[in-house]
């Protein structure tokens, strides 16, 4: 539970979040990485930097987050 909300509610917002926004991604890796990213975000990551963001998300290194954060259109 997160501040009272079941964790299920959570993941079926973020769920519906990525389906709204995910159409403004057409190739499927920027599509990956944002969901990778956010879910970082909001996960566990005692550090928010691009490695651990990473690692959380069985990245072997953080290039691809940030070609996302810095040059994707």
Request: charged residues 25%; hydrophobic residues 35%.
């Amino acid at each position: 539970m997160i501040d009272g909300v079941p964790a299920t509610a959570w993941e079926q917002g973020l769920e519906e979040l990525f389906l709204r926004i995910g159409h403004r991604f057409p190739r499927i890796e920027p599509r990956q990485r944002m969901r990778d990213y956010v879910r970082g975000l909001l996960g566990p990551v005692g550090r928010k930097n691009s490695w651990q963001l990473a690692e959380f998300a069985s990245h072997s290194t953080p290039d691809g987050l940030q070609h996302l954060l810095a040059k994707s259109r």
